[in-house]
């Protein structure tokens, strides 16, 4: 499965990198998709901590930030996305596409499922 975090507030949290590195040691693709800031070559200074765990991970460069537009666009192909902002959720829910949006309280029990 393609597997999607929000980090704010989602993947920053130690308990959800568990289940995070979980799913890739069970073969997932996972990715990181945040909405913040693009700032060109200091992208990744910038974000560091976001690059950082990505690294740590084992989610290498499979890392999205949306410059603040709605992240259901960067989604296609993807089977869930886990983050903690209802609006993005419900706007990814809404829109025609397979890929599933959750609360990130949702991945331990996607976790079990899959
Ligand atoms: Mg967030």
């Known amino acids: 499965m393609k597997i999607s975090f929000d980090f704010d ?3 920053e949290k130690p308990e959800i990198q568990k289940i995070a590195k979980g799913f890739i040691e069970k073969g997932h693709e996972v990715w990181i998709t945040s909405s913040r800031k693009i700032i060109g070559d200091q992208t990744r200074v910038i974000h560091k901590d976001i690059f950082d765990v990505a690294i740590r991970l084992g989610i290498g460069s ?3 930030l ?3 537009q709605d992240k259901f666009n960067y989604l296609s192909g993807f089977d869930i996305h886990l983050d903690d902002d209802k609006e ?3 706007l990814i829910n809404a829109s025609n596409q397979k890929c599933i949006a959750l609360h990130f309280e949702s991945a331990k029990n996607i976790k079990k499922l899959i």
């Open 9 to 11: 507030n989602t993947l």
């Open 88 to 90: 993005q959720i419900d």
């Open 66 to 68: 949306t410059n603040y």
């Open 62 to 64: 499979n890392i999205q």
